[in-house]
């Protein structure tokens, strides 16, 4: 099966802990992305990756980290200093070049605080 | 001004009718556009792209795209109770430029 998958689905994090999520896609696609959606809001972009070994910041990067150390892979960190950390965190993925490219997501992961 | 507009809603709409779904985008320069439908706790999957101006259609959806007003839309014809979800505008700045800018959404509610 192709697509993207994300773990955990539930994620808990207690005060000052940093936490890792993952995210994996077997698309062949280029570029990855880190949104991150709260209630009755849109998707804001915290990170993307257009190749491996490089990444960008999105709107909303402080507070957060990611790698990209392979073409597959893209985890996100929430560090201790990501005050308000609960949301629903969704990874996405899009080829890369002139045209239609489309973003295609994973089934989100949802970190509650402790 | 926010970056990508839409009603926000609640939408209410009798079961066969047509649902209307607008957005409204800001940077000029704005090449594709994209509708995707997102069921309570899940995550958004992709149901229409448009990139020129003009109608597109697929099945029972119709987007509808015009640069100049800096307008796009989604008709949901003969509407079902399946198609009650939120529905997210998203708008990229060019093509090859990989950052999507997305509205906050607008709920759909399909009365049976």
């Known amino acids: 099966d192709g697509g993207i998958t994300q773990s955990p689905k539930y994620l808990f994090r207690k005060e000052g802990q940093n936490v890792t999520l993952s995210c994996e896609q077997n698309l062949n696609h280029d570029a990855m992305y880190w949104y991150r959606q709260d209630p009755g809001q849109g998707l804001r972009l915290i990170y993307y990756s257009q190749i491996v070994n490089d990444f960008q910041k999105g709107d909303i990067a402080e507070g957060y980290s990611v790698s990209r150390e392979k073409k597959e892979s893209f985890p996100l960190t929430v560090t201790s200093a990501q005050k308000n950390p609960t949301a629903f965190y969704l990874c996405?993925?899009?080829?890369?070049?002139?045209?239609?490219?489309?973003?295609?997501f994973g089934p989100g992961t949802r970190l509650l605080v402790l | 001004q926010k970056e990508v507009e839409q009603n926000s809603g609640p939408l209410s709409v009798p079961e066969g009718a047509i649902a209307s779904l607008n957005c409204t985008y800001s940077?000029?320069?704005?090449?594709?556009f994209f509708w995707y439908r997102q069921y309570s706790g899940k995550s958004p999957e992709l149901i229409m792209s448009?990139?020129?101006?003009g109608d597109k259609e697929d099945g029972r959806f119709t987007a509808q795209l015009n640069k100049a007003s800096q307008y796009v839309s989604l008709l949901i014809r003969d509407s079902q109770p399946s198609d009650s979800a939120t529905y997210l505008c998203a708008v990229k700045v060019g093509f090859g430029n990989e950052k999507l800018t997305f509205g906050t959404g607008t709920r759909l509610t399909i009365i049976p």
């Open positions: 448009i990139y020129s101006n």
């Open positions: 996405a993925s899009s080829s890369l070049g002139q045209g239609e490219e489309t973003q295609y």
């Open positions: 940077d000029r320069g704005s090449q594709s």
